[in-house]
């Protein structure tokens, strides 16, 4: 019988079957006969607009099931089709909702919702559909890790694992909740469960490259660097185009090679040109190599496709402070700050390049770091009488900083571990650190205890601390970088202090002392410190010279010579004045200056230019780059006089210049950083050689310099009369120390 003698019921019955198998143009033409005889028929109306659908002509397809559902409004089948044929198109959250309106226990509209909203940017709308989803079918594991996921992108995470944990527990053989339960971790601050859970995804799914990547930041997280480079490359043999693996895996390189670290970011910005993430890890590979133009370059980039990133404008600060550009580190630190209020880092590199900023006055300071501290999560004062206990046992001390390798702390560190007293004193190192080098295995061997914090989350890193019942905790970078400040306002020990790294107040009411001396810090200066002030005899610090340190000696054959080998962060405006003046003083003498920058063709032409414009030509200036540290001191020959700059003074490169017979010429200012080369010249007996005021600084340089220093006899007293002295005593400085801590748990016992 043919299709115009059959009933309109039976055709369609038939057309179904050659839908069903594919046959889709025999089919139309059998719905369209049925709607010819009956042109309201809505099943026939309704299947048409699939067939339309299927060969993608949505506007047709949805006209017709929408004429189906004139005929039957109610039919949830024909709801849910149209809402299927509207996806992505804004009318089609309202056809699910009326899909999920006629079928209100039909758990697959609801989750359709749910994507809808997701395609729309409404992560809690989605959430809320999930939700209703999963309640309608509780043991889907499916749907469970698709409601973890959208609470994830509703900012839900405590929500989100529980979805999670309970799809893994309803089938654990599926991936994505593993994955997706890292990413919670990690935001949580949690690297060792996000690792572990990473791993459990990549044993289901070996070549899973997004969680090889996840695993790799997690572990680099973790201060385990190599295995955070191994974990992403495997994510790019798996995945050989994915640019977040090469960025995670630039940064993982960033201590073991920068030259890598640059190549995996370059790499990673070729991969995905709109990696802001990469561009900022190439910046700070590049500023390791000391190419100073092409990072600020990538760091520029960075904030150009991210005009938010905080972490981009904090390091474009540290690359203009290093450039002694004070006013633009400063905008930049600023900038960082206004983008994240709460940035501990960026808010101490602020404080820290205040501090080289001619226009910052102690008041100003003083505010910025009681800021920073208000902003801290913290703790107040651990009761506990420690008096008792420490009659009869010795202290347990705690270091805590970033420098723990070659690094003027370190070298101060070194003599004062050394020489402690084991009846005294025992001491564990809080490295903050991955870096690691033959100073580190120095310090290593004379502590008693070597902790790595690098990594750890502050509250955890509390929790090492007091599980070590540390009875002083002494903080050994202020706000330098790598500093620890916010683990310090957990308190996690009864007593803490800063000492040797830093030379201004922290801001801290959880740190009770700073440690420092009369020089740095005189008594009527102590208002500007949030702690209470604690003064070693003669000096804060100790000089162990290296064992490679060679003899002074002097090279004859040249102009008197007056060289600098300080950061030139150090090297601002008024150091520039002032050490122009003394060339025009000395018209017959040049100015030698190092400093590992210097390599940058574009900052030694920036130096030029500013000599140049103060009347100092090029031909009397010598400008070199980073060499060997044992190359380094033997160039000391050439220098006649040191010049000390301001408004900071020089740390470890005075008393390297000191060693090698050097003298160095200082001028002190209000500021404790003006005052560190002054100290140690009065600890050598030297106060000669401390200027008060820019005539007097040179007055006193031209002299010393027409006096002559260039017999090696003269540079051998000067290394004899400094090895005897209480700046190289490291026994000395460790006892006044030990005396120190002991009168500290007195003092918190009384």
Sequence with gaps: ?????????????????????????????????????????????????????????????????????????????????????????????????????????????????????????????????????ARLDPVNASLQGDFGGALMMAARRDDAATALIRAICLDPSRVQPYSNLGIIHKDRQNPQGAAKAYSLALRLQPDFAEAHSNLGFSLLTLAKPRESAEACRRAIVSHPGFAAAYCNLGNALLTLHPAR???????????????????????????????ITEAR???????????????????????????????????????????????????????????????????????????????????QRIPRDISQEADRRPLRIGYVSGDLHTHPVGFFLLPVLANH?????????????????????????HANHWRII??????????????????????????TAYNRLPLFALRPAPIQASWLGYWNTTGLPQIDYLVTDETTVPEQEERWYSETVRRLPATRFCYDP??????????????????????????????????????????????????????DANVRAQLLAAFEARGIPQARLVLRSASPHADMLREYGEIDVALDPFPFSGGLTSCEALWMGVPVMTLPGEAPQSRQTAAFLKAIGHPEWIATSPDDFIARTVALAAAGTRATGPRRELRARMAASPLCDGPALARNLEALYLSMVKDASA
């Excluded at 580190?329 to 404080?351: E, Q, W």
């Excluded at 007293?421 to 991955?434: G, I, K, M, P």
Aim: proline share 5%; charged share 20%.
């Design 1 to 133: 019988m043919s299709a115009a003698r059959k009933n309109p019921n039976a055709v369609i019955a038939e057309a179904v079957s050659l839908h069903r198998t594919g046959r889709l143009e025999q089919a139309l033409a059998l719905y369209q006969h049925v709607l010819v005889q009956e042109p309201a028929h809505a099943d026939g109306l309704h299947l048409s607009g699939l067939v339309f659908h299927g060969a993608n002509r949505t506007v047709i397809a949805a006209a017709l099931i929408r004429r189906a559902l004139a005929v039957s409004p109610a039919h949830d089948t024909y709801l849910l089709n149209l809402a299927t044929v509207l996806a992505g198109r804004p009318e089609e959250r309202a056809a699910w909702k009326a899909a999920i309106a006629a079928s209100p226990a039909n758990q697959t509209a609801y989750s359709a919702l749910g994507y809808a909203w997701h395609r729309a940017g409404r992560p809690g709308d989605m959430a809320a559909a999930m939700a209703a989803a």
């Design 261 to 291: 670290s640059a190549a995996a970011s370059r790499t990673a910005c070729i991969l995905d040109p709109r990696h802001a993430e990469a561009r900022n890890n190439l910046g700070i590979a590049l500023k390791d190599l000391g190419r």
């Design 297 to 379: 370059a990538a760091y520029t980039g960075a904030l150009v496709l991210k005009p938010d990133y905080a972490e981009a404008f904090n390091n474009l600060g540290n690359l203009y402070k290093d450039q002694a550009h004070h006013k633009k580190s400063v905008a930049a630190y600023r900038a960082a700050l206004r983008v994240r209020p709460s940035f501990p880092d960026a808010h101490s590199n602020l404080i820290c390049g205040l501090h080289y900023h001619s226009g910052s006055d102690r008041a100003s300071l003083f505010r910025e770091a009681s800021l920073f501290a208000v902003q801290l999560p913290s703790k």
């Design 421 to 445: 007293s084991a009846r005294a004193v025992e001491t564990f190192c809080y490295s903050n650190r991955l870096l690691a080098d033959d100073m580190t295995g120095q310090l290593r061997r």
């Design 454 to 479: 690098a990594g750890l989350p502050d509250n955890e890193a509390a929790d090492v601390i007091r599980a070590d019942a540390i009875d002083i905790l002494i903080d050994l970078s202020g706000h």
């Design 546 to 599: 290296p064992v490679y340190a060679p003899e002074p000696a002097i090279i004859e054959d040249r102009p008197i010579t007056f060289g600098s080998f300080n950061n030139l962060a150090k090297i601002a405006s008024g150091s520039l004045d002032l050490w122009s003046r003394l060339l025009h003083a000395a018209p017959e003498a040049r100015l030698l200056m190092k400093w590992k920058t210097l390599a």
